[in-house]
């Protein structure tokens, strides 16, 4: 029998319950995630890019007039930065790319006294942005001739350019002769050994389509299909090098030409089957994961990928939590009340699951618009912190874009792809005026960022990050390229009493590079692995000398070297608080 | 046409269609988008929202109903509701508060904001417009695109506008769409740029779960055809008010840019319900 409840108790407790669940949101969505306070003396940055000698400043490509309308969205793009020790002196130099015609890049050699000395033009490689040529897009290093001097590919939209480095700071055009005179609007490029010759192929994002000439357009018909599922972009190319300087076109051979509008890519062994791997992060859809199959082909898996489209903007690769993997994080768009696509934390669980597992939440899942990211251990306390900048397009503080964009991003494809559709943009900002994110690794509790606390304030718009101990202190400097902005030195003034260890490698069976080879340290209970990567996040380059932090740990127990030959080499507790230069199959040298 | 022609019987299927419960082709309408949606678009982004929604809205309606009313209620609305919900509300990657919440608002709403014995607002309308003012730091609509495809499109325009006719309430989709397009062209007249970009929001699978399963809810709409147009009609005249705002970038109006037909439905419907049901208790009054 049905037992009849007090009708106006009932109406009372479910009123309460109701405005229980009304101020429950209200909170909730005031509520940030805790963080932890955190010590000036620990992580600190300051500021020093004049100081330095480095006044560079990005200039937006000028595109065809049928585009004015998208104008600042388009030409959003460019503003990069790669790290080399480009003239061996033992000291990091930078790399910026320029995008307008007629503005130079720029090459900061460094001095090793704490200043730069800009050599771009004696060096060859300032006047790249013309018309009939293109502009820079993005650059990567490495020695694909394995001369002990590394060369450097300039990717652009317009035609690849591959500069061979003399050993003298100066650099000769190879590309003509290297085959490598290609027309693509590409946005990314990463030097790998697949198929483990000993010698580096590279990889190259297409962005838009490479039949288009952004400067000579027949029509408008150029953007993206979609905002989740495009398949219209420019196609990737793979380029195998023959080992005599000169390269082929190995992109339908091997099964990689994506037409996923790339915005960034990344190689590693994430599998652990010896052969590197291809990440992509795609703006428009969901990243790929290429797996590399014995160097014979690499195959498209899913890894709990493809469910998730978004607009990938970065890749960067670090083991968060210290679990000798290499895990993988890729920038998102977030945008209070229009749109939450969320930056990815991806765990590698692909030896065990074949997958991947997300995890990001909170700060680290929202870091606005956000381009370039690197993992690197800020504060050197042996866990990875992550750097990521943002920041679209900075006009009128005021009046934004987002509500003129929400008309046509939800729309059919067919529409958003004319670009003479779209609202014109004019002054308007599209998440602009953002901060950067220094998101410090406090184990269990997560992600936190301490952005503010550090010294990291500014509002340009980030594209570009890059790490490097560029001092030589043991620490991991960071440097900024922005969009229409200037470059950014954030040197790391944090603790200087915690322990660290380095690692230049040097290839021998391998590229001389050392691009794809991974180090494992452990100690006590940690065991961190790294890799020397040909090209990581948005249009960067770390620094290729790998750094530990080691927190209070005086001693390393072991270091295990796998080359990108096959061949392992393992290094007893090496000495601590030193950058080692580690040779292919050679004992350890150690370097103050 | 024959006389014959004029009186014989309507083809099987359409016989067939004419017997079924309104409710339950909205139910099936509603299920086609999902699977739609989620096979070929992964619109869902994971399957915890959808269970989340789901599962809090049947089992908010079913306790409420067997409290409120000693009887556990049909659940196709909460169906409807739940579903609507996941695949409406985009929040912060990998928070589901915003669909346990939103599940439990939406249908509590029901019971709680009601007048005369009738909610005043459509629930998952309801919740939407709620998270959307309160919480936008967590939550965002869903602005996702069926893919490149027309056909998708196709599809699901044509199923809801016959079950829209089945379940009577063309008028309201067909009064909605056509002031929403000729207030385009107005806005248009205004402030320029390509017509195109100002009907475009109608191609979007937020406006057709709108159209077919939000402005047109029988429960949430005034009593007569004509008032269901004119309600439809302000509805989207309010939404072209804030649009106008929006290109103007009138500050004070921005939380409502994110998504102008929810809120101004938000606002218009309850209004407009609250009036229906009041003049229909003055004219049940016996003359004096």
Known sequence: MVRAVNPRAARFVTSLAFLGGLTLVVVLDRTGPPVSPVSTLEVRFTEVARQAGIDFVHQAPALDPKLDNVAPLVAALGACVSVADVDTNGWMDLFFTNSRFGAPNALYLNRGDGTFREAARQAGLADLNRAGEGVSMGAVWGDYDNDGFEDLLVYRWGYLQLFHNRGDATFEDVTEAAGLRHWMNANAGVWLDYDRDGVLDLYVGGYFRSDLDLWHLAGTRIMHNSFEFATNGGQNRLFHNRGDGTFEDATEAMGVGSTRWTMAVASADFNDDGWPDLYLANDYGPEQLFLNRQGERFELVDAGLTGDSKSGMSVSLGDLHNRGRLDVFVTNISERGYLFHGNNLRLNFLPELDRFEETATGAVADAGWAWGAQFGDLNNDGLLDLFVVNGYVSGDRDRDYWYAMSKVAGAQGNIFEDARNWPAVGSLSLSGYEQSRVLVNRGAEGLQDVAEATGVTDEYDGRSVALADLFNRGVLDVVVANQRGPALLYRNEGDPGRHWIGFRLVGRASNRSAIGAEVTIEFGDVRQRQVVAGGMGFCSQNDRRLHFGLGDAARVDRVTIRWPSGRSQVIERPAVDRKHVVVEGEPVAVRD | MTDAAL???????????????????????????????????????????????????????????????????????????????????????????????????????????????????????????????????????????????????????????????????????????????????????????????????????????FIFFMVTDPRTTVSTTRGRVVVAGLVAALEAAVRLAGDFHLSLLRPFYPSPPILALALVGPLAMWWDLRRRRRAERPAA
Not at chain 2, 91 to 100: C, D, H, S
Not at chain 2, 110 to 116: D, E, G, H, N, P
């Open chain 2, 7 to 209: 009186t014989s019987s309507p083809p099987a299927p359409l016989r067939a269609l004419a017997r079924i419960n309104p409710k339950y082709l909205i139910v099936f309408l509603i299920t086609l988008v999902l699977v739609l949606g989620q096979a070929r678009y992964g619109i869902l982004g994971g399957y915890q929202p959808l269970v989340t929604a789901l599962g809090i809205c049947l089992l908010t309606e079913a306790v409420l109903s067997r409290l409120m009313r000693g009887r556990v209620a049909n659940l196709s609305s909460a169906y409807i509701t739940g579903i609507s919900l996941s695949l409406l509300i985009k929040p912060q990657a990998n928070i589901l508060w915003p669909f346990a919440l939103g599940a439990f608002l939406a249908i509590a709403s029901k019971y709680v904001l009601a007048y005369r014995g009738r909610h005043l607002w459509n629930p998952s309308n309801f919740a939407i417009a709620f998270l959307l003012l309160t919480a936008s730091r967590h939550v965002a609509i869903l602005s996702h695109q069926w893919g490149n495809e027309i056909a998708t499109n196709a599809v699901i325009w044509v199923f809801g506008l016959v079950i829209a006719a089945r379940a009577r309430v063309l008028h309201v989709t067909a009064a909605y769409v056509l002031s929403f397009v000729a207030l385009a062209v107005a806005r248009n007249l205004v402030i320029g740029g390509p017509l195109v970009v100002e009907l475009a929001p109608l191609t979007g699978p937020m406006y057709q779960l």
